[in-house]
């Protein structure tokens, strides 16, 4: 092919993709159906090697009561009790490439080149905007699914919860491993999915051989998510209080657990909104707000058929973009209970603060960005192959400034 017929259809698709997407709008793109992650706020500004950011937990102690204690309260001087943490940027990407064929097919409709080239630059800031969702949301270990007792047959696997089948997609890459961090007892080889059966709770992939002694109770992961992901609400806030010689971010925060790893209960003789209602209720009893709270889809559900419950609207940024949730009154604060996708156990909620906490991300106008070529063009030309490529990335960690506004408990449905 001769030269010159590239650049054609290359200035073509970087015309379509400049007038649709900012970077901004490709954000935006990949928050709409995660209800948490929309909510949570986004930060610029982790640059360099990261940056550090301070977690305060107690007052000076310079007290003493009675006129003859003077000097006893300035012997019980002491400074604001405070912890210091680093945090440094996981970054995850997104390819999308388009042949050179496909291209000039579409090129002389202008419809047509902006058909190719949404559906999949949405798609792709879908699929980006629902792993960074699972990251927020969960431990840092991008644990997908577990496979059931007698859970393999074929090349088809059943999962031991039924809600996660949806966190696998045809032609995800996976590999597997006995331990739930990913790294633990890592099985050698990898497969992809050709299947998603959710009726049955089953994925099928190509090939089962292909991860050697692939067996029940072993985790699965997309192919280089453990030990490359952020830091979420499963590891800040966990539902097992850390204890002596817990290090997080190089420090210990069995000090002060419930204001360094969030509040918890554990109670599964009781329902969700009992759960939800004593959580708040000991939070606020320490001096800290809980005012939102996260349930899992079905959970919800069942919360709102107990309760009686009128559901509400709660819009977002724009006028299209909003999600439903319950208002549960309790000790010293109400609490919006939304219905949270992202949240695949149905036997655990989490409990916030929305002010405390925030994503950090570097470059560009948004959380995802754009990676363009020197002139500016946000689509690069493959020197190997007839094809282009737009690439995104995302460069970013989530921090709690106050973990004592958090929380996480686990219950019956």
Not at 393 to 409: A, I, K, M
Request: glycine share 12%; charged share 25%.
């Amino acid at each position: 092919m001769p030269p010159s017929a590239v650049p054609v259809a290359y200035a073509d698709i970087a015309y379509a993709y400049n007038r649709l997407y900012t970077d901004r709008k490709t954000t935006d793109s990949a928050e709409r159906d995660h209800p948490r992650f929309y909510r949570t706020p986004k930060m610029d500004g982790l640059e360099g090697e990261g940056l550090f950011y301070r977690i305060i937990y107690g007052d000076p102690q310079g007290v003493a009561s009675g006129e003859a204690n003077f000097q006893q309260a300035q012997a019980s001087v002491s400074g604001i009790e405070g912890k210091q943490l680093p945090l440094t940027a996981q970054i995850k990407y997104g390819i999308i490439r388009l042949g050179g064929r496909a291209i000039r097919r579409a090129k002389k409709s202008k419809s047509a080149i902006y058909d190719l080239v949404t559906r999949h630059t949405d798609g792709t800031n879908r699929q980006m905007g629902g792993d960074l969702a699972l990251d927020l949301l969960g431990d840092g270990s991008g644990v997908r699914g577990q496979i059931a007792v007698g859970g393999i047959t074929g090349n088809t696997i059943t999962l031991t919860n039924r809600w996660q089948v949806d966190l696998f997609k045809k032609n995800m890459i996976i590999r597997a491993s006995t331990g739930a961090n990913g790294i633990t007892g890592l099985r050698v080889g990898s497969t992809f999915v050709t299947k998603v059966l959710r009726g049955s709770s089953q994925i099928v992939v190509n090939s089962v051989a292909a991860i050697t002694s692939l067996a029940a109770s072993d985790y699965l992961f997309r192919f280089g998510d453990p030990g490359n992901l952020m830091q979420g609400l499963g590891v800040c806030t966990p539902i097992v209080g850390p204890t002596t010689g817990d290090s997080f971010r190089g420090i210990d925060r069995s000090d002060d657990v419930e204001l360094l790893a969030g509040w918890r209960i554990v109670d599964t003789n009781k329902y969700a909104e009992e759960n939800i209602l004593d959580l708040s209720a000991l939070a606020f009893a320490h001096g800290k707000l809980l005012t939102e709270a996260d349930v899992q889809p079905q959970t919800f559900a069942n919360m709102v058929k107990r309760l009686n419950a009128k559901v509400l609207y709660d819009r977002g940024r724009t006028a299209d973009v909003g999600f439903r949730f319950i208002e549960i009154h309790g000790s010293g604060t109400s609490v919006k209970v939304f219905s949270e996708p992202d949240l695949k156990d149905p036997n655990v909620s989490r409990l916030y603060n929305p002010e405390g906490h925030e994503i950090r991300h570097t470059g560009g106008d948004g959380l995802i960005h754009t990676i363009r070529d020197d002139g500016g063009s946000p689509s690069l030309r493959m020197s190997d192959q007839d094809a282009v490529e737009i690439r995104l990335c995302s460069e970013h960690e989530y921090l709690q400034y106050d973990p004592g506004q958090f929380g996480v408990t686990q219950h019956a449905q």
